[in-house]
């Protein structure tokens, strides 16, 4: 994103303020669907991700919270997008007065994580890299898709799901492959974070990562800074005093909340291109797949993606600043220092390399 892009979004951004209230980590459930659907090629989706399994969401027939439901949509399923739009009806009571239009009718936005449905070409082998390691990272491509367990599982997330399900954007590390009636699987597993748990996924589903996906951005720049606003619930990536990338975030709770993401300077210590997120194991949230994370607090807060809410721009968080798939990576790439491809994951012992990022808010 170049300098003039960050401005455009801003002024969006400011025309359709944003939301407080609304997932911060999901508690996984069962999926309704349980084989890939097929959409038109290049269509923009979105997939209801708002309540847990089961709940519904209204469909409006006007962009405002106050308009008749035509209908109601339930969680997990798929639309096609057509526009995105600002509310007709200011509502004094949300900050974020965007929403979606669909075929169906209207649904408010943070409702809607949007999606691709990328299908993908199944490798008939898995690459070997330098250090004699077989296996690959791979990133879920379409809307959500089940998978097969190869045993009983030990995460919770699973333990607590009749029928476990992969969502958009999640980042496993893949370590075999099978051909079973014609229809090739990944064996997917978590490297980082997570009980030894493993699960046979659709390949079709899974878009490989290449080096170039995880390639460092400018990394001979060193006077680089992150700069985080808790009041704006924005990021900017600073290389000096020229800011070279914006976006805006979902931060913990500012210091009177319950979850509170760390003001002050801060220094990254760890990176890693997927890690398993938790808090307590159960009572919390326990979430798979996170991807493009990048720790700067002793805590454990970092910059990461996130696929289970779209309410960016209103404080959500568990304490970490949650960004957008694209966001998170560019910031991971971006940032110093640089991660290799395998293993994946960087802890830092020297601090003189990376870069600081300034949490500021009152």
């Not at 801003?10 to 659907?37: D, M, Y």
């Not at 890299?129 to 997330?157: A, D, H, K, Y």
């Not at 978590?190 to 046979?200: E, I, M, R, T, V």
Request: contains cysteine; hydrophobic residues 40%.
């Amino acid at each position: 994103m170049t300098k003039n892009d960050a401005l455009t979004r801003r002024e969006f951004l400011k025309a359709g303020a944003l939301t407080a209230g609304a997932l911060a980590l999901p508690n996984l459930g069962q999926s309704r669907i349980k084989k890939l659907q097929t959409f038109p090629d290049g269509a923009n989706l979105g997939r209801i991700i708002s309540g847990d399994i089961g709940a519904w969401t209204e469909i409006k027939s006007e962009p405002n919270i106050s308009a008749p439901a035509i209908g109601h949509i339930y969680r997990d399923e798929v639309v096609e997008i057509k526009h995105e739009v600002i509310a007709n009806s200011l509502d004094l009571n949300r900050f974020n007065q965007r929403w979606v239009e669909t075929s169906q009718g209207y649904i408010y936005e943070p409702y809607v994580q949007p999606v691709k449905n990328k299908i993908n070409k199944p490798l008939a082998k898995l690459p070997v890299n330098e250090q004699g390691q077989i296996g690959m990272w791979v990133e879920i491509s379409v809307p959500l898709v089940g998978l097969e367990l190869t045993r009983s599982p030990e995460s919770f997330w699973l333990k607590d799901t009749l029928v476990p399900t992969l969502y958009y954007s999640q980042v496993f590390w893949a370590i075999d492959i099978r051909e079973i009636n014609g229809k090739t699987d990944y064996l997917l597993t978590q490297l980082y974070g997570a009980a030894p748990d493993s699960f046979w996924v659709d390949a079709t589903a899974c878009r490989p990562l290449t080096k170039e996906d995880i390639a460092p951005i400018r990394p001979e720049v060193q006077n680089k800074s992150v700069r985080v606003d808790l009041d704006y619930q924005t990021l900017s990536c600073y290389e000096g005093k020229n800011e070279v990338y914006y976006c805006d975030i979902s931060s913990g709770g500012k210091p009177a909340g319950t979850w509170i993401t760390p003001v002050g300077e801060n220094i990254i210590w760890r990176k890693l291109v997927s890690i398993h997120m938790s808090a307590s194991g159960t009572w919390a949230f326990d979430t798979p797949g996170i991807g493009w994370v990048t720790f700067f607090d002793s805590n454990g807060a970092a910059v990461h993606s996130t696929f289970w809410h779209n309410n960016f721009g209103t404080a959500v968080s568990h304490g970490c600043v949650n960004c957008r798939p694209e966001d998170a990576q560019f910031i991971f790439r971006w940032t110093n220092p640089v991660v290799n491809y395998y293993p994946g994951e960087l802890t830092i012992a020297g601090m003189g390399i990376s870069t600081h990022v300034f949490v500021s808010g009152s």
